[in-house]
Nanobody, 123 residues
């Protein structure tokens, strides 16, 4: 049973940084793509970033490119989302997701989801 547990959310001011963690368990994730998504109130869940666990190759939404960095720690089975230069528009619940795939997927068609972590950016 795959489990994804997010942590690291919180309330910050515009321009601040925050790092989200996603602890993954229950599988060997070498054949997985790990993604971060977010959902703001009244909006659809949207893709933020993804990483292929085996190669470490990454992909970002245009809205976060240059500000957010996704990475993974093989030893800890953990995926991170480093968020810098945060803006009020980044306020959302952030979800970690996992998908068995050889290519990065940017839709919400992932196999497993975490419970979400609230990130609030004040102006």
């Amino acid at each position: 049973q795959v489990q994804l547990v997010e942590s690291g959310g919180g309330l910050v001011q515009a321009g601040d940084s925050l790092r989200l963690s996603c602890a993954a368990s229950g599988r060997t994730f070498s054949s997985y793509v790990m993604g971060w998504f977010r959902q703001a109130p009244g909006k659809e869940r949207e893709f933020v970033a993804a990483i292929r666990w085996s190669s470490g190759s990454t992909y970002y939404a245009d809205s976060v490119k240059g500000r957010f960095t996704i990475s993974r720690d093989n030893a800890k089975n953990t995926v991170y989302l480093q968020m810098d230069s945060l803006k009020p528009d980044d306020t959302a619940v952030y979800y970690c997701a996992a998908k068995i795939s050889l290519v990065v997927v940017t839709t919400t068609r992932y196999d497993y989801w975490g419970q979400g972590a609230q990130v609030t950016v004040s102006s």
